[in-house]
T-cell receptor, first 114, second 112 residues
Framework: DAGVIQSPRHEVTEMGQEVTLRCKPISGHDYLFWYRQTMMRGLELLIYFNNNVPIDDSGMPEDRFSAKMPNASFSTLKIQPSEPRDSAVYFC????????????FGQGTRLTVV | KQEVTQIPAALSVPEGENLVLNCSFTDSAIYNLQWFRQDPGKGLTSLLLIQSSQREQTSGRLNASLDKSSGRSTLYIAASQPGDSATYLCAVVKAAGNKLTFGGGTRVLVKP
């Protein structure tokens, strides 16, 4: 398997624009996570899905953020409208099973909002 | 709320020296603890996963211990090499669902 695949790898956008980040989890994995990494706050969980259903979105910072998982092989994280403070690296991760299983991370999307 | 701390934030050692990385967490009711490696501009790679019922896990030159009662884990890397230079992060899972709570990481530099 190619691992968790994220696109794009880099995104530069202007404030106010809509940004969509994409993730393809490892085939067969039933959990998908979106994390954000910044220098100030480190790695934080934004939202996670189990069998395509959002389970916990308490980490989503504002209503400007939304995430979907229309099927087992694809998820999106959307920011609308984007703001400079959204600049960060966004990681998608997947795992199989609900306990004691390793999480596999994608390479991340580096988002810069100017 | 679970808090995870890694001290020191950065560490520099000469090649061949053993590395000792520390991780502490405030809530001992965890399912497991995981150690990750992150190279600059890259994603995270899982190194070791220690279940709450285990005391340690080993993989090659890596050994991780877990003392749940004191809220501590230590990652040992034997005979460090320049290729071990990276940021090492620990994370705990508190409940079913594999939600990870991360520490801030320790940035390691192994000098040739």
């Amino acid at each position: 398997d190619a691992g968790v695949i994220q696109s794009p790898r880099h995104e530069v956008t202007e404030m106010g624009q809509e940004v969509t980040l994409r993730c393809k989890p490892i085939s067969g994995h039933d959990y998908l996570f979106w994390y954000r990494q910044t220098m100030m706050r480190g790695l934080e969980l934004l939202i996670y899905f189990n069998n395509n259903v959002p389970i916990d979105d308490s980490g989503m910072p504002e209503d400007r953020f939304s995430a979907k998982m229309p099927n087992a092989s694809f998820s999106t994280l959307k920011i609308q409208p984007s703001e400079p403070r959204d600049s960060a690296v966004y990681f998608c991760a997947s795992s199989f099973g609900h306990m004691n299983t390793e999480a596999f991370f994608g390479q991340g999307t580096r988002l810069t909002v100017v | 709320k679970q808090e995870v701390t890694q001290i020191p934030a950065a560490l520099s050692v000469p090649e061949g020296e053993n590395l000792v990385l520390n991780c502490s967490f405030t809530d001992s009711a965890i399912y497991n603890l995981q150690w990750f490696r992150q190279d600059p501009g890259k994603g995270l790679t899982s190194l070791l996963l220690i279940q709450s019922s285990q005391r340690e896990q080993t993989s090659g030159r890596l050994n991780a211990s877990l003392d749940k009662s004191s809220g501590r884990s230590t990652l040992y890397i034997a005979a460090s090499q320049p290729g071990d230079s990276a940021t090492y992060l620990c994370a705990v899972v508190k409940a079913a669902g594999n939600k990870l709570t991360f520490g801030g990481g320790t940035r390691v530099l192994v000098k040739p």
